[in-house]
């Protein structure tokens, strides 16, 4: 997957989904263009890390106003 545009630099929260759009891996972020860098920068990642944006074919981002909200969306979308 390509490092997507336009990654706001404000909470929320990031899924990685597959070809299907089932999620891979779902997480939360204080700065979402922050933390999205780390997926998609040339660094040496783990193997999990690294299968998974291998695997990823989409990335959907869902801000929210502050970081417990981020923290609650996670909670609620891993739920389910």
């Known amino acids: 997957m390509d490092r997507p545009k336009n990654i706001p630099q404000k909470p929320g929260v990031y899924i990685f989904k597959d070809f299907l759009q089932k999620p891979l891996y779902i997480g939360k972020a204080g700065n979402l263009k922050k933390r999205l860098a780390f997926y998609f920068s040339k660094t040496s990642k783990g193997p999990k890390t690294g299968r ?29």
């Open 52 to 80: 998974l944006v291998k695997e990823a074919k989409k990335l959907q981002i869902i801000e929210t106003d502050s970081e417990v909200e981020a923290l609650i969306k996670e909670a609620e979308l891993i739920k389910k």
